[in-house]
């Protein structure tokens, strides 16, 4: 994600009128890709019926693009429960989740065997009653990890970007 996150901005603002799917991949392309805070990332739609979070990889754009590690394709799950894991805690409680294995390294809270060493999480707020989703940065390497001023970072807004009307809930 870009340091000042403007272009993150920029691309919130590119995205109007395009489809979910054009959406959900330029976000994961420019976010990961064009920056060094995060290694990989991922989407995790809400699907309420099946009560369950899925990962988003329209055409396997995820290990084409590297947005995760082909040689890891067998270690990422394809859905993941709203009880089963930190995204799923995220999606809960619609609050940003950290985990860094190093720290926790029997965390419950972790799920599948996925490369993952350290990760943040953040509720995809769409203006509904629940989440979109979840958008999950990581990093593989123990020693990068997603520290609260990297996490701040992340969730900060400039003034100008901040919704209108006065009790609005922030989006990342």
Not at 28 to 37: I, P, Q
Not at 55 to 82: C, H, M, V
Not at 137 to 163: E, Q, V
């Given at each position: 994600?870009p340091?000042?996150?403007?272009a993150?901005?920029?691309f919130?603002?590119?995205?109007?009128?395009?489809s979910?799917?054009?959406?959900?991949i330029?976000?994961?392309?420019?976010?990961?890709l064009n920056?060094?805070?995060?290694?990989?990332g991922?989407?995790?739609?809400n699907h309420?019926?099946k009560?369950?979070l899925i990962?988003?990889n329209?055409?396997?754009?995820l290990?084409?693009?590297?947005?995760?590690?082909?040689?890891?394709r067998g270690?990422?799950p394809?859905e993941?429960g709203?009880y089963?894991?930190?995204?799923?805690?995220?999606?809960?409680?619609?609050?940003t989740?950290?985990?860094?294995?190093?720290?926790n390294?029997?965390d419950s809270?972790?799920?599948?065997?996925?490369?993952?060493?350290?990760?943040?999480?953040?509720?995809i707020?769409?203006?509904?009653?629940v989440?979109?989703?979840?958008?999950?940065?990581?990093?593989?390497?123990?020693?990068?990890t997603?520290?609260?001023?990297?996490?701040?970072?992340?969730?900060?807004?400039?003034?100008?970007?901040?919704?209108?009307?006065?009790?609005?809930?922030?989006?990342?």
């Amino acid at each position: 994600m870009p340091k000042d996150f403007w272009a993150f901005r920029r691309f919130l603002k590119a995205a109007r009128g395009r489809s979910q799917e054009e959406i959900i991949i330029e976000f994961l392309a420019s976010t990961v890709l064009n920056d060094s805070v995060s290694e990989n990332g991922s989407v995790l739609i809400n699907h309420p019926q099946k009560k369950v979070l899925i990962t988003f990889n329209e055409g396997d754009f995820l290990f084409e693009k590297k947005l995760l590690d082909p040689q890891t394709r067998g270690s990422w799950p394809a859905e993941i429960g709203y009880y089963d894991s930190i995204a799923g805690i995220c999606f809960r409680t619609e609050e940003t989740q950290t985990y860094c294995r190093a720290e926790n390294p029997t965390d419950s809270r972790f799920f599948g065997d996925s490369p993952i060493a350290n990760m943040v999480c953040i509720p995809i707020m769409t203006g509904g009653s629940v989440p979109f989703g979840v958008v999950c940065f990581h990093n593989n390497k123990p020693a990068k990890t997603f520290s609260a001023r990297k996490t701040a970072g992340i969730l900060r807004r400039r003034p100008r970007d901040r919704p209108a009307q006065s009790g609005s809930r922030t989006e990342p």
